[in-house]
């Protein structure tokens, strides 16, 4: 691997994660409206995935969405004008948090409905084969979203047609306001893929290192037009399902755990870097320095920008003929 | 142009094989559209012509195949989602109502789908209460989507031709006692635009607004209040999202009497909007209040007497007009 992968890995985890402190410290202060769901301890699974794509392959994202959006190379500092409603935001403030879309980018969109995602990144990856231009279309979702219909009903299309589809399950452990081992008849999800015919892969997905290897393999299947696969990304959901989510359902202590340096993914990659001699402490600390300051430059931008007119409601609810 | 008459599943089928050779991104997709050629044999001949890539046969999973069309039609081609039955599109609101009809807007304009749903629906046939809904003003109520309900094979193929050639989601319902129905069919190509009304017969006295084979009944009872010397307008809304009330209110203006004809439920119907509609552009202009022949409040029944009670009628019509004179 090389040394511009480690850096970009490392470098979008902590953009990632600054991102969404700042987006916390905005909705805590009544800046933001609705509702947003924080990635915090799950980067590595989006980093890891999409350092495996290229720009031209495509993703689909969830509710819980600003870290895939940034992992595929969304500019954060038009998430961050997005989510604070602001007319230079990715969607000119109409879709806010669980709505941003860069199609030049190939991301196919957050989505507010949990598995929505799942047929577009379907349809995505029959475009693929449809054209057969070698694109992979990687559908994120969570483990709540795992007994939706409609992962079942796309998986059986997957597997028969051998789209280049990549199935990854962040398994954060909660779906919504409960731990989903409460809703699964079995809980070895990786099952769920044996009965369509392709492979599921269990990984550790705060390693994020891990995770680029599943993914990798899982990308060069798809191209070589030997189907889905299934990634079951091993997680935890350090916040709450909102912010603001008392989260009285959860065990006491167990988010602290999964804070620790032997759990947090940045924690974790940050000293495999060090103890690789990849990166010194300096470097690091620059690198991290900068990454706060283009945050803090994101909210700067977002703040000073202008609320959309009241006349653009009318625009965009259909296109040209 | 020279016509020639053939069949409404001929005509749209024709729209499909014309638009499938134009645009290599167009392809259809459903249960059965493939080898068997369609439930209606609306697809029949794609699957020879363009192969299994271009028709393609599905598990019957309407919320799946749904969604692979709006996550196809969003990366950039354009598919024509083939729902066997209006009924079982309930299986498929989620990607239709929720994505469909919505990306566009809530990613600011930067996306297009351009996804036809063509589907079947309405009663008379004795399939019972969930294979003969008429769902129109379900999917006219949602932003986003057009809805267009064509009365004549000529209509149908210009219709389907500019559906598929749309930038965005269009429900296009056809009606199944209306496959079998034959009509002229110019030779060449044309198209018939989306939003714009059509007088299917001119008169004085009043008028009557339907769409699908509502018009067929309106027709056929203008004709029988014709011998009464009443001298009945018939306009065929054909798109009812976006609706043409520009023709609607010109009639309107000119008869001063309006009879609205929709197979729909009474309650919430599609029949109600165009009422409201009327009432709040063209009030003046009316000497009798606005009368809505739709169907009654009931699942459609099986047994023939009662789906009879059940939908509008040649009848109704009939006196709903002799009603307002």
């Known amino acids: 691997m090389s040394e511009t992968l480690f850096y970009d890995m490392y470098r979008k985890m902590v953009l990632i994660r600054a991102f969404e402190e700042q987006a916390r410290e905005l909705y805590m202060k009544n800046m933001m409206r609705g509702a947003t769901h924080m990635y915090i301890g799950e980067e590595a699974i989006a980093v890891g995935v999409c350092a495996a794509l290229n720009k031209e392959d495509t993703i689909t994202s969830t509710h819980r969405g600003h870290g895939h959006c940034l992992a595929k190379g969304g500019d954060p500092k038009l998430m961050m004008a997005e989510l604070l409603g602001r007319a230079t935001g990715y969607c000119k403030g109409k879709g806010g948090s669980m709505h941003i879309a860069d199609l030049d980018l190939g991301i196919l969109g957050a989505n507010g409905i949990v598995g929505g995602g799942v047929g577009i990144a379907a349809g995505a990856a029959f475009a693929a084969k449809y054209r057969n231009d070698g694109k992979v279309s990687v559908c994120f979702f969570g483990d709540g979203a795992m007994n939706q219909g409609n992962f079942f009903e796309t998986a059986n299309m997957a597997g028969l047609w051998k789209l280049p589809l990549i199935y990854v399950c962040e398994r954060n452990r909660f779906a919504e306001f409960s731990y989903t081992d409460r809703y699964f008849s079995d809980p070895d999800l990786t099952k769920r893929a044996i009965p369509f015919g392709f492979p599921g892969i269990e990984v550790d997905g705060n390693d994020v290192l891990a995770v680029y290897g599943v993914a990798k393999e899982a990308v060069v299947r798809a191209r070589r037009g030997e189907g889905p696969t299934l990634i079951v990304a091993n997680t935890y959901r350090i916040m709450g399902h909102t912010i603001g989510d008392p989260l009285t359902y959860r065990i006491k202590g167990e988010a602290e755990e999964w804070q620790d340096p032997a759990h947090d993914p940045i924690l974790r990659f940050r000293n495999y870097l060090l103890d690789h001699q990849i990166f010194s402490e300096s470097q690091l600390e620059e690198m991290e320095a900068e990454l706060h300051k283009e945050i803090a430059s994101a909210v700067q931008f977002a703040l000073e920008s202008p609320q959309p007119e009241v006349q653009i409601l009318w625009d965009d609810v259909y296109g040209k003929d | ?325």
Do not use: W
Request: proline share 5%; aromatic share 6%.
């Open chain 2, 1 to 325: 142009m020279s016509e020639r008459t053939i069949e409404f599943r001929e005509a749209l089928n024709e729209a499909l094989h014309e638009e499938m050779e134009r645009d290599p991104n167009v392809f259809i997709m459903g249960i059965d559209v493939g080898q068997y050629g369609g439930v209606m044999k609306v697809s029949k001949g794609l699957y020879e012509r363009f192969g299994a890539l271009r028709a393609v046969d599905t598990p019957i999973s309407e919320e799946g195949f749904a969604g692979i069309g709006v996550g196809a039609a969003l990366v950039g081609l354009r598919p024509v989602i083939e729902i066997m039955y209006i009924d079982f599109s309930c299986l498929a609101m989620e990607p239709i109502i929720n994505q469909a009809a919505k990306v566009r807007y809530i990613f600011g304009g930067k996306a297009n789908v351009p996804i036809v749903i063509r589907t079947q629906g309405g009663g008379g046939r004795g399939n019972a209460a969930q294979h003969s809904q008429s769902l129109e003003a379900v999917y006219a109520h949602i932003p986003g989507l057009i809805v267009v309900q064509p009365s004549t094979p000529k209509d149908a193929k210009g219709l389907l031709k500019s559906a598929i050639r749309n930038n965005n989601p269009v429900v296009f319902i056809e009606h199944k006692l209306l496959y079998n129905t034959k009509g002229p069919v110019p030779e060449g190509e044309y198209l018939i635009p989306l939003g714009k009304a059509d007088i299917k017969r001119a008169g004085s006295d009043v008028t009557i607004v339907s769409s699908s084979r509502m018009v067929l009944l309106s027709l056929s009872a203008a004709e029988k209040l014709a011998e009464q010397g009443i001298n009945a307008e018939v306009v065929d809304m054909r798109t009812l999202k976006p609706l043409d009330m520009g023709t609607i209110g010109d009639s309107v203006r000119k008869t001063h009497r309006l009879v609205i004809v929709n197979e729909g439920a009474h309650t919430g119907g599609f029949a109600a909007e165009v009422m409201a509609r009327a009432y709040e552009e063209v009030f003046d202009y009316l000497d009798a209040p606005i009368v809505r022949v739709t169907s009654e409040d009931v699942p459609i029944p099986y047994n023939e007497k009662l789906e009879l009670a059940a939908l509008p009628s040649e009848q109704k019509i009939i006196d709903a007009a002799h009603g307002l004179l």
